[in-house]
């Protein structure tokens, strides 16, 4: 079972691979002459001003939010689709109430106006 | 040794390494990345016990979403690096080491208490279990009553952290 | 001619069986074939994307190096790798490499089960020699939403790291559309799999056989995937993170070199497999309809592989044009329309898709036709 999936750990680790060699490389080959100017940060020409981690629009934090709880919606439907022929009406209308229940609560956010953006 | 038995054991050491990592990251963003790096390592070893739609599950929402979530927060708090603060011996890390030595205790106990031949095989049916389309089955017959259920839950939490971010924004 | 045939056939049928060793040789072999693939398909888009704006817009486009410019990627790679790699003041070192690196890997480590072609009959005893590099992963496409999810913290990164505040917002923007549209993605492929039974590539593409592809049966998860996937690959019109006016170079602003480079190739690379998976999932991957009946050719034998490969190369090439066509012909969206198309029309839609698409088939079932 698990050599099935050997294939796909050594693949990811050719991408991690490639992707470190060629910044290595280019690290090695290309010139290095820092100077106070090249290394500050670009803000359209003028000196730096502040710290740039800053706090952020609540908006962001609200869109992750809220794909964790459709995405985990959606892992159950991964399952159910493919059993979609087998189950038959019964499955249906079990997906029907759950889609439901997750719908309305797609309404009130809406309705909230929590992805209003502006 | 069977491969099974070696990549347990190399998912095994990476998970503890990377779970280390986690705690002992002074910078948070390096924490939340090790855990990230740590999630990959249970989905593998979730691949040894043939589980695949779970390993694969594992990764799509605990490292795909619920990780984006938490280095969003990171950045929106900006936590900046922990400083080096002493904390006293308190009553949480009383309670932190009695519960993680009663964990030991059980695991070992399990161990201890079961033949090693058993604890090396897996059952023949774990490979028809661990598919997607036997989960659908078990999940949409037996189980279909908590099912509805977590909808229910989803819903509150849709709408718990729309109130929370509100009551911010307002 | 002979024997160089029975001799690659000797090392297919020894590499073929199934012991440790050979998977984990023929895994790296299949792999470093794989990355070498996209590497030319990713120079040879680069080529192609300037070409077709520069037609689209009446200009002649790169045609100095080489016939037609061929060249001109592989001078654009030498010009990277000499530049000088510069990393801003308070940027995480460590992060603002391993952005790039994270980009890159997720973009060509996805391509494993991808199923460009079947499989050929080595050896005496007909083992079966598979194309793709890891054929038959039962949750073949879930491992791509997994990783493609992984994507996301490279942008992310990315954007944090610079400490730049271009840099943050570019990369909080792209991260947020990129799960956005996720959503939208994983929703729109319930309608296939609800047709294929299975999660399984293999089946998803034999489900589609002899022209019943699902672009016909699923229009609308067509339309929806395709347009989650310009959004997942942050190209025109939804390329908010290189907003220039706004942003100046959205996450990648303080990039540069081959760091900068990763993510550019990481851009093509997103491209190729986005099709790739489009064209397996909706346009019936290698399948050719008239292969079987009208040439005869048998499952197995070399050359139903290379029919297989042509066709399926050819239906991702046609995707990738119209990749770059849209680039060149649409303007960009403004933000908040961006997350408005993502949360309020394609999410309903999509549901709506998977609604209709369980109505019928159910229908199609009681009438005895399905």
Same mark, same amino acid.
């Given at each position: 079972?698990?050599?099935?999936?050997?294939?796909?750990?050594?693949?990811?680790?050719?991408?991690?691979?490639?992707?470190?060699?060629?910044?290595?490389?280019?690290?090695?080959?290309?010139?290095?002459?820092?100077?106070?100017?090249?290394?500050?940060?670009?803000?359209?020409?003028?000196?730096?001003?502040?710290?740039?981690?800053?706090?952020?629009?609540?908006?962001?934090?609200?869109?992750?939010?809220?794909?964790?709880?459709?995405?985990?919606?959606?892992?159950?439907?991964?399952?159910?689709?493919?059993?979609?022929?087998?189950?038959?009406?019964?499955?249906?209308?079990?997906?029907?109430?759950?889609?439901?229940?997750?719908?309305?609560?797609?309404?009130?956010?809406?309705?909230?106006?929590?992805?209003?953006?502006? | 040794?069977?491969?099974?038995?070696?990549?347990?054991?190399?998912?095994?050491?990476?998970?503890?390494?990377?779970?280390?990592?986690?705690?002992?990251?002074?910078?948070?963003?390096?924490?939340?990345?090790?855990?990230?790096?740590?999630?990959?390592?249970?989905?593998?070893?979730?691949?040894?016990?043939?589980?695949?739609?779970?390993?694969?599950?594992?990764?799509?929402?605990?490292? !795909?979403?619920?990780?984006?979530?938490?280095?969003?927060?990171?950045?929106?708090?900006?936590?900046?690096?922990?400083?080096?603060?002493?904390?006293?011996?308190?009553?949480?890390?009383?309670?932190?080491?009695?519960?993680?030595?009663?964990?030991?205790?059980?695991?070992?106990?399990?161990?201890?208490?079961?033949?090693?031949?058993?604890?090396?095989?897996?059952?023949?049916?774990?490979?028809?279990? !661990?598919?997607?389309?036997?989960?659908?089955?078990?999940?949409?017959?037996?189980?279909?009553?908590?099912?509805?259920?977590?909808?229910?839950?989803?819903?509150?939490?849709?709408?718990?952290?729309?109130?929370?971010?509100?009551?911010?924004?307002? | 001619?002979?024997?160089?045939?029975?001799?690659?056939?000797?090392?297919?049928?020894?590499? %073929?069986?199934?012991?440790?060793?050979?998977?984990?040789?023929?895994?790296?072999?299949?792999?470093?074939?794989?990355?070498?693939?996209?590497?030319?398909?990713?120079?040879?888009?680069?080529?192609?994307?300037?070409?077709?704006?520069?037609?689209?817009?009446? $200009?002649?486009?790169?045609?100095?190096?080489?016939?037609?410019?061929?060249?001109?990627?592989?001078?654009?790679? #030498?010009?990277?790798?000499?530049?000088?790699? &510069?990393?801003?003041?308070?940027?995480?070192?460590? /992060?603002?490499?391993?952005?790039?690196? *994270?980009?890159?890997?997720?973009?060509?480590? &996805?391509?494993?089960?991808?199923?460009?072609?079947?499989?050929?009959?080595?050896?005496?005893?007909?083992?079966?020699?598979?194309?793709?590099? %890891? +054929?038959?992963?039962?949750?073949?496409?879930?491992?791509?939403?997994?990783?493609?999810?992984?994507?996301? /913290?490279?942008?992310?990164?990315?954007?944090? @790291?610079?400490?730049?505040?271009?840099?943050?917002?570019?990369?909080?923007?792209?991260?947020?559309?990129? &799960? @956005?549209?996720?959503? @939208?993605?994983?929703?729109?492929?319930?309608?296939?799999?609800?047709?294929?039974?299975?999660?399984?590539?293999?089946? *998803?593409?034999?489900?589609?056989?002899?022209?019943?592809?699902?672009?016909?049966?699923?229009?609308?998860? /067509? &339309?929806?995937?395709?347009?989650?996937?310009?959004?997942?690959?942050?190209?025109?019109?939804?390329?908010?993170?290189?907003?220039? +006016?706004?942003?100046?170079?959205?996450?990648?602003?303080?990039? @540069?070199?081959?760091?900068?480079?990763?993510?550019?190739?990481?851009?093509?690379?997103?491209?190729?497999?986005?099709? %790739?998976?489009?064209?397996?999932?909706?346009?019936?991957?290698?399948?050719? +309809?008239?292969?079987?009946?009208?040439?005869?050719?048998?499952?197995?034998?070399?050359?139903?592989?290379?029919?297989?490969?042509?066709?399926?190369?050819?239906?991702?090439?046609?995707?990738?044009?119209?990749?770059?066509?849209?680039?060149?012909?649409? +303007? $960009?969206?403004?933000?908040?329309?961006?997350?408005?198309?993502?949360?309020?029309?394609?999410?309903?839609?999509?549901?709506?898709?998977?609604?209709?698409?369980?109505?019928?088939? #159910?229908?199609?079932?009681?009438?005895?036709?399905?």
């Amino acid at each position: 079972m698990i050599e099935t999936y050997i294939p796909v750990i050594i693949m990811i680790l050719v991408g991690l691979g490639f992707g470190v060699a060629n910044i290595l490389l280019a690290e090695y080959i290309g010139p290095r002459r820092p100077t106070k100017e090249k290394i500050s940060t670009y803000e359209s020409g003028m000196e730096p001003v502040k710290s740039a981690r800053e706090r952020f629009s609540v908006k962001f934090y609200m869109v992750a939010m809220l794909f964790i709880l459709f995405d985990i919606e959606v892992v159950f439907m991964y399952p159910w689709a493919v059993q979609f022929k087998a189950l038959g009406t019964v499955g249906y209308v079990a997906m029907f109430l759950f889609m439901i229940l997750l719908f309305a609560g797609y309404i009130y956010i809406i309705k909230k106006g929590a992805l209003k953006w502006d | 040794m069977s491969l099974q038995v070696i990549m347990f054991m190399i998912l095994g050491v990476g998970a503890i390494v990377t779970a280390l990592g986690t705690i002992t990251r002074r910078n948070p963003v390096a924490s939340a990345m090790n855990l990230v790096a740590h999630f990959f390592m249970l989905s593998g070893l979730y691949l040894t016990l043939q589980a695949q739609f779970v390993a694969v599950v594992q990764v799509l929402v605990y490292a !795909g979403a619920i990780m984006v979530l938490v280095v969003f927060v990171i950045m929106l708090l900006n936590v900046g690096k922990e400083e080096a603060h002493h904390e006293s011996f308190t009553i949480r890390k009383v309670l932190g080491l009695v519960f993680a030595g009663a964990i030991v205790v059980q695991m070992l106990a399990i161990y201890l208490g079961s033949s090693p031949s058993a604890m090396s095989q897996l059952s023949s049916k774990s490979l028809t279990l !661990g598919a997607t389309e036997s989960i659908g089955t078990v999940l949409f017959n037996q189980y279909l009553f908590p099912f509805e259920v977590i909808s229910l839950l989803l819903l509150s939490a849709l709408i718990g952290a729309v109130i929370l971010a509100k009551r911010k924004v307002d | 001619m002979d024997s160089i045939a029975q001799t690659i056939d000797a090392v297919l049928y020894w590499l %073929a069986q199934p012991n440790i060793l050979n998977i984990l040789v023929l895994s790296v072999a299949k792999g470093g074939l794989v990355l070498n693939i996209i590497l030319v398909i990713a120079a040879f888009l680069v080529w192609l994307e300037r070409k077709v704006s520069a037609w689209m817009q009446y $200009r002649d486009g790169p045609n100095r190096v080489g016939p037609f410019g061929l060249l001109q990627p592989l001078a654009d790679v #030498l010009k990277l790798y000499t530049k000088e790699d &510069i990393s801003p003041k308070n940027a995480d070192k460590f /992060f603002h490499r391993l952005a790039p690196v *994270i980009s890159i890997a997720i973009a060509i480590s &996805i391509l494993c089960v991808v199923i460009p072609a079947t499989y050929i009959y080595v050896g005496p005893e007909k083992l079966k020699f598979y194309f793709s590099v %890891a +054929p038959n992963v039962n949750v073949g496409m879930l491992v791509i939403l997994a990783l493609t999810s992984i994507g996301v /913290f490279g942008v992310t990164l990315a954007g944090w @790291s610079s400490n730049n505040k271009y840099s943050l917002m570019g990369g909080l923007r792209s991260s947020a559309q990129m &799960i @956005s549209y996720e959503l @939208s993605m994983g929703l729109a492929l319930i309608g296939v799999l609800m047709i294929a039974g299975s999660l399984d590539m293999n089946n *998803i593409i034999t489900s589609q056989a002899n022209g019943k592809w699902n672009i016909f049966f699923q229009p609308l998860g /067509f &339309i929806i995937f395709l347009v989650a996937s310009f959004a997942e690959t942050n190209r025109a019109p939804f390329d908010l993170p290189e907003a220039e +006016p706004e942003l100046v170079g959205g996450y990648h602003t303080e990039y @540069s070199g081959m760091k900068f480079g990763l993510f550019y190739l990481a851009e093509y690379a997103n491209m190729a497999t986005s099709s %790739a998976v489009l064209t397996t999932l909706f346009l019936g991957g290698y399948d050719a +309809p008239f292969a079987k009946e009208l040439l005869g050719l048998q499952d197995g034998t070399l050359l139903m592989v290379l029919v297989q490969f042509g066709t399926f190369f050819a239906k991702v090439f046609a995707l990738l044009f119209f990749f770059i066509w849209v680039r060149w012909t649409l +303007p $960009r969206f403004r933000y908040d329309q961006l997350m408005n198309l993502g949360w309020k029309v394609m999410l309903p839609l999509s549901l709506a898709n998977i609604l209709v698409t369980g109505g019928v088939m #159910l229908l199609l079932k009681q009438f005895g036709i399905l």
